[in-house]
């Protein structure tokens, strides 16, 4: 299965997000809900994408609250609605294992490890990470937690993919955000660990996240198709 775009509705305002649902629905396999169109509409926000013909949600509110907590919040009937939700993967397994045991079997959960806005650098200096451990140990471990936890996959960036792959195989699904095509320029961009659809694709993720590249261009539409063009180029 050639790898698959995912397009996060990074919008408030949830007419705007509608209207890209109606413009990408036939060439994005996934729609992301995220924090922005989450706060701003509540559970409406998944309804309505699903109405407007987006067949598959990932609700990405990265959970991360104590175990008791984020089980009682998966309880509502929208998390059947979903395909994906999120739970940060820092804080051990308790977190994942409630998060797993609570949903339905047709919604997935995704570990995410670490973030793709933050370099080596900045985990030092936050999470005091101690000298001669990286950013590669520290995802693989994070990811060890997720797949022990019962994680259908995990989010991570395209530099940690490979690794990734050649630990679990194809046992844990990967989302990669934090990818930028060539052409794309993101003004005031807060990706650090960054990749292009190919290299993704070539270094086995399953889905990619794709937002302002698209979002911001002034052809939407075309965009994904460049984007697409170039992950299919692979397998032909
Ligand atoms: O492509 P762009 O940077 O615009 O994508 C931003 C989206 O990717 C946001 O919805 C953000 O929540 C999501 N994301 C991220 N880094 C992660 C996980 C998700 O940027 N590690």
């Given at each position: 299965?050639?790898?698959?775009?995912?397009?996060?509705?990074d919008?408030?305002?949830?007419?705007?997000?509608?209207?890209?649902?109606?413009?990408?629905?036939?060439?994005?396999a996934?729609?992301?809900?995220?924090?922005?169109?989450?706060?701003?509409n509540?559970?409406?926000a998944?309804?309505?994408?699903?109405?407007?013909g987006?067949?598959?949600?990932f609700?990405?509110?990265?959970?991360?609250?104590?175990?008791?907590?984020?089980?009682?919040?998966?309880?509502?009937?929208?998390?059947e609605?979903?395909?994906f939700i999120?739970?940060?993967t820092g804080d051990?397994?308790?977190?994942?294992s409630?998060?797993v045991?609570?949903?339905?079997?047709?919604?997935?959960?995704l570990?995410?490890?670490v973030?793709t806005?933050?370099?080596?650098?900045?985990?030092?200096?936050?999470?005091?990470?101690?000298?001669?451990?990286?950013m590669?140990?520290?995802v693989?471990h994070?990811a060890?937690?997720?797949k022990?936890?019962?994680c259908?996959?995990?989010?991570c960036?395209?530099?940690?993919?490979?690794?990734?792959?050649?630990q679990?195989?194809?046992?844990?699904?990967t989302?990669?955000p934090?990818v930028?095509?060539?052409?794309?320029l993101?003004?005031?961009?807060?990706?650090?660990?960054?990749?292009?659809?190919?290299?993704?694709a070539?270094?086995?993720?399953?889905?990619?996240?794709?937002?302002?590249?698209?979002?911001?261009?002034?052809d939407?539409?075309?965009?994904?198709?460049k984007?697409?063009?170039?992950?299919?180029?692979?397998n032909?």
């Amino acid at each position: 299965m050639p790898v698959q775009i995912i397009f996060p509705l990074d919008f408030s305002d949830l007419k705007e997000a509608l209207k890209y649902v109606h413009l990408l629905k036939d060439r994005i396999a996934i729609f992301k809900v995220g924090l922005e169109l989450f706060v701003s509409n509540g559970p409406d926000a998944v309804r309505e994408v699903l109405a407007a013909g987006g067949k598959r949600i990932f609700l990405d509110l990265k959970f991360h609250d104590i175990p008791e907590t984020v089980r009682r919040a998966l309880r509502s009937s929208l998390i059947e609605k979903v395909e994906f939700i999120t739970v940060h993967t820092g804080d051990g397994t308790a977190l994942l294992s409630a998060a797993v045991k609570s949903v339905s079997p047709g919604t997935k959960v995704l570990g995410v490890t670490v973030l793709t806005n933050l370099s080596e650098e900045e985990l030092k200096k936050t999470l005091l990470l101690r000298e001669g451990i990286t950013m590669k140990e520290l995802v693989l471990h994070r990811a060890r937690m997720a797949k022990d936890a019962g994680c259908a996959g995990v989010v991570c960036s395209g530099h940690e993919l490979s690794l990734i792959r050649e630990q679990f195989g194809k046992g844990l699904m990967t989302v990669v955000p934090g990818v930028r095509p060539l052409w794309s320029l993101v003004e005031g961009d807060d990706q650090r660990r960054v990749v292009t659809p190919r290299d993704a694709a070539l270094r086995g993720a399953d889905y990619i996240v794709v937002g302002r590249p698209v979002r911001d261009a002034k052809d939407p539409v075309g965009a994904v198709e460049k984007i697409l063009e170039e992950i299919n180029m692979m397998n032909s």
